[in-house]
């Protein structure tokens, strides 16, 4: 049996339940931040949707969930609610070319400003023929770009977006859920196993 067929066969079986998690996450982090003492459970939600944000294998049960390194038990009841009711619902997915997570649409959203600014300078510096890889790979951009290339990428149904200013996003008190994820990628422990940084904030205010 080819291993196309197994994963055909499991996608009708054990559907990817990806969003429902990242989704019940999201919503167990909105919570958790409004309480001093659930602040380890808030920044235990964020670290769990970077995880699952990085993960390119599809997560077919709460089980599974809590065998991730980075994840464990912490919120098995809550995930395997989330999927919980009848079989013939089926799980979220999000729209064709959209994303459910700050996390994953940040990765997402930087690498299509880099690839922007590589094809920019290529065309300007091949007449030139000066053209230098490394110029394009180590451009920074503004927070506010940034903003506006995650939002473009989500799902509006996910309810994900990021609706606050840079500014607000600058304070280091500020709890939102999202442009927490973003700060995840920004540490080196972002994901066991998957090392990190995966994004760098510049000293220059509003740059990423």
């Given at each position: 049996m080819?291993?196309?067929?197994?994963?055909?066969?499991?996608?009708?079986?054990?559907?990817?339940?990806?969003?429902?998690f990242?989704?019940?996450?999201?919503?167990?982090?909105?919570?958790?931040?409004?309480n001093?003492?659930?602040?380890?459970?808030?920044?235990?939600?964020?670290?769990?949707?970077?995880?699952?944000?990085?993960?390119?294998?599809?997560?077919?049960s709460?089980?599974?969930?809590?065998?991730?390194?980075?994840?464990?038990?912490?919120?098995?009841?809550?995930?395997?609610?989330?999927?919980?009711?009848?079989?013939?619902?089926?799980?979220?997915?999000?729209?064709?070319?959209?994303l459910?997570?700050?996390?994953?649409?940040?990765l997402?959203?930087?690498?299509?400003?880099?690839?922007?600014?590589?094809?920019?300078?290529?065309?300007?510096?091949?007449?030139?023929?000066?053209?230098?890889?490394?110029?394009?790979?180590?451009?920074?951009?503004?927070?506010?770009?940034?903003?506006?290339?995650?939002?473009?990428?989500?799902?509006?149904?996910?309810?994900?977006?990021?609706?606050?200013?840079?500014?607000?996003?600058?304070?280091?008190?500020?709890?939102?859920?999202?442009?927490?994820?973003?700060?995840?990628?920004?540490?080196?422990?972002?994901?066991?196993?998957?090392?990190?940084?995966?994004?760098?904030?510049?000293?220059?205010k509003?740059?990423?």
């Amino acid at each position: 049996m080819s291993a196309k067929l197994v994963q055909e066969i499991g996608g009708k079986l054990y559907p990817d339940l990806t969003h429902n998690f990242i989704i019940a996450l999201t919503s167990q982090a909105r919570r958790a931040r409004h309480n001093t003492y659930q602040r380890a459970s808030f920044d235990s939600a964020l670290r769990s949707i970077v995880v699952i944000a990085l993960h390119m294998r599809p997560l077919r049960s709460a089980e599974a969930m809590r065998r991730m390194k980075g994840v464990g038990s912490n919120f098995y009841d809550l995930l395997k609610e989330s999927v919980a009711g009848s079989k013939s619902k089926k799980p979220f997915e999000p729209k064709k070319g959209k994303l459910t997570c700050v996390a994953a649409a940040a990765l997402v959203g930087l690498l299509q400003m880099e690839e922007r600014v590589q094809r920019s300078a290529a065309r300007v510096a091949s007449a030139k023929g000066n053209y230098d890889d490394d110029d394009a790979a180590t451009c920074s951009f503004p927070m506010e770009d940034l903003i506006v290339s995650i939002n473009s990428l989500l799902d509006s149904r996910a309810n994900a977006n990021l609706s606050q200013t840079a500014q607000q996003y600058l304070n280091k008190d500020n709890l939102d859920p999202g442009w927490g994820q973003v700060k995840k990628l920004c540490s080196t422990n972002a994901a066991s196993d998957l090392g990190g940084p995966f994004m760098k904030e510049r000293k220059r205010k509003g740059a990423c």
